[in-house]
């Protein structure tokens, strides 16, 4: 009898090979989606790192923090949580103001600060993409076009962050009704008013400074204030709340800073005008001792307050 060599696989086997690779396969590929996750997650939290960095020395050389935007008033505000004061730009914010601080120096002198940011001499300096303004895990990659579009302008560079305008008047507890034009103000960022670290008297260590706010869930640049404008979700996140872009809409300070109101960071019923993360379980927020720390959805309301506020009183305990 001649004995011949198999010289190939069965188509048994075959499959079985590719069933066991596929499997294989699907148990790598979350484990692999986790790792890059975690990695966007650290250069998000070392962003925001370089910014309380660049904050600090912007204080050390000017002996206060810069203000979260700079703009003219024209007028009387209103008066309701959501009416706009009049007012004329032009509108930069403190991401412009601390850009030396993080080696962006030639970008900040293409900046005329006493031109409005929709002036053409500002169009390359506005869309000028900043990586330390763009979290990674951030799915926002196109130029952003505040709204109403009938603005003019459709090119800023995207940002994921935004400064903390301050978390209401703790009298009105347990309401804390928050007004974005609320005077005084509690935050650390508002229109045309520097903070200095004796403002500050809650302790940098339990003082918000910035939040993340992906352009994913509202677009928004990191140039600052357009006068006329509001800050909206995103078609996407519009859609899946059963609206058309535009319906659910916040002033234009909320294009360069957000106080703490009725929710935590991410929380479902969160309106455009507040701190929400492309990462799962909270957000990541800069203190202004410059350390960055991860608040929860499920936060306690009180405690995210009073870290929101600097000047309070109220005693807190850093959530884990």
């Known amino acids: 009898m001649v004995r011949h060599a198999r010289t190939a696989f069965t188509l048994v086997e075959l499959l079985v090979v590719i069933a066991i690779i596929g499997i294989l396969v699907g148990l790598l590929l979350p484990a692999v989606q986790a790792a890059r996750e975690a990695a966007r997650r650290m250069q998000c939290s070392n962003n925001l790192k370089q910014m309380g960095l660049a904050l600090h020395n ?17 007028g009387t505000w209103p008066g309701g949580g959501n009416d706009p004061i009049p007012e004329v730009g032009p509108g930069w914010s403190f991401f412009a103001m601390i850009l030396p601080q993080i080696e962006q120096t030639n970008l900040h002198g293409q900046i005329n600060f006493d031109l409005p940011i929709t002036n053409p001499i500002n169009q390359l300096a506005r869309s000028t993409r900043v990586k330390e303004f763009q979290c990674p895990s951030d ?94 979700f995103s078609p996407r996140i519009a859609q899946s709340r059963g609206q058309v872009v535009g319906q659910t809409a916040r002033p234009a300070i909320t294009m360069a800073t957000v106080h703490v109101r009725t929710g935590g960071p991410n929380a479902p019923t969160g309106s455009p005008g507040g701190f929400w993360s492309p990462h799962t379980g909270g957000a990541l927020f800069l203190l202004m001792d410059g350390s960055t720390h991860t608040i929860s959805t499920n936060v306690d309301m009180p405690t995210y307050r009073a870290m929101a506020g600097r000047n309070d009183g109220i005693p807190i305990t850093l959530p884990e």
């Open 58 to 74: 912007y204080e050390s050389a000017y002996r206060r923090f810069p203000p979260g935007f700079i703009s003219r008033v024209t």
């Open 139 to 232: 799915a926002w990659d196109a130029p952003v076009a505040p709204w109403p579009t009938s603005l003019g302008v459709n090119d800023l560079a995207h940002a994921s962050y935004i400064g903390c305008l301050g978390g209401g008047d703790p009298a009105n507890a347990p309401a804390y009704t928050a007004m974005y034009e609320q005077q005084p103000f509690n935050g650390i960022f508002h229109r045309n008013t520097p903070i200095r670290i004796a403002d500050i008297p809650d302790g940098t260590s339990n003082t918000i400074g910035i939040g993340e706010r992906a352009s994913m869930f509202t677009p928004n640049g990191w140039a600052g204030v357009i006068p006329g404008a509001q800050t909206v």
